[in-house]
Structure formats: C-alpha cells, structure tokens
C-alpha cells in the first residue's frame, strides 16, 4: 500500500487528560495527566484517522501546526477549501456533511 502525499495529510495537536494509576493509587483519589496527542486525517479516507499520544517525529514532521498548538493557534489546514470552489455546490463540496472536513 502506497503512503499519502504529505498534502493531504491534516494533523490536529491537542491536548487530552489521561489517568495516571500509579499516582492514583498513592493519593487514594483518580489523578490525570494533560498529555499532547495528534489527530491525523488523510483526505478522502474518513475511515483511517490515527489518534495517539505525540511523538517527536510528529513535531517534526509537522512544524507549522505543532508551533500554532503551542502557541494556542487554531490550526488552519493548508489548502483550498472545496466550499469555496465555485464549482461546486455546497452539497458537492462537503458530501458527508461534515462543517469542516480536515477534522
């Protein structure tokens, strides 16, 4: 199976709190954790979408929108938005009905 073009992959960085067991136990009350993880859409696959804890490839491989997530940017997808392109209707530009189909 071939890899997608790197332009037509949309990563999302954010930021989830995970259960820390060993802490909990030792304080006797549920402790979390704020951890970084990724969100990676591949366009025209809504069926594979890898979500997981960062990596430091991932900052790497993404640097514009890891800094805009530490920056606490909304981190905007590179590209031409179907829904501006006139020739499609609105139906057409977003076929499964999602607001914004990068995430």
């Avoid at 993404?62 to 905007?76: D, G, L």
Wanted: proline letters at 10%.
């Amino acid at each position: 199976m071939s890899q997608p073009a790197e332009n037509t992959i949309f990563p999302r960085f954010y930021t989830e709190a995970v259960p820390n067991n060993f802490k909990s136990e030792k304080q006797g009350f549920p402790v979390f954790e704020n951890r970084d993880f990724i969100e990676i859409h591949i366009a025209g696959d809504s069926k594979n979408i890898v979500v997981r804890e960062v990596r430091e490839s991932d900052k790497t491989r993404f640097p514009t929108q890891w800094a805009q997530y530490k920056a606490n940017q909304e981190q905007v997808p590179e590209g031409f938005p179907l829904e501006q392109w006139p020739q499609l209707n609105a139906a057409q530009g977003d076929p499964e009905g999602h607001e914004d189909p990068h995430r």
